[in-house]
Nanobody
């Protein structure tokens, strides 16, 4: 199976920075090696729908939500099977549970358990 485990969440002051990491454990499926072509970070605040933060393809092509453009950086290390999110200039509205996501070649979604990020004013 696929296991995604986030780390790095916590409390930070507005204007500060925080880094999130996602460790991915991938096992061999059938005769082919399982892989996550697309990966990303999503977040969900109380009373709000889960929203896209940023995604990154296997080759490193990135997409960012407008509200994090210029502040967050998503990256991945395919050799280590890790996904990272560097968050800078954090705002109170960034407070949410952040989820690591991966999409495989069979259009299946894989999610981490989520990690809480709280930005104080």
């Amino acid at each position: 199976q696929v296991q995604l485990v986030e780390s790095g969440g916590g409390l930070v002051q507005a204007g500060g920075s925080l880094s999130l990491s996602c460790a991915v454990s991938i096992t061999t499926f059938g005769f082919s090696t399982f892989s996550l072509n697309s990966m990303g970070w999503y977040r969900q605040a109380p009373g709000k729908q889960r929203e896209l933060v940023a995604t990154i393809s296997y080759s490193g092509s990135t997409n960012y939500a407008d509200f994090v453009k210029g502040r967050f950086i998503i990256s991945r290390d395919n050799a280590k099977n890790t996904l990272d999110l560097q968050m800078n200039s954090l705002k109170p509205e960034d407070t949410a549970v952040y989820y690591c996501w991966g999409g495989d070649s069979r259009s299946r979604d894989h999610w981490g358990q989520g990690t809480q990020v709280t930005v104080s004013s």
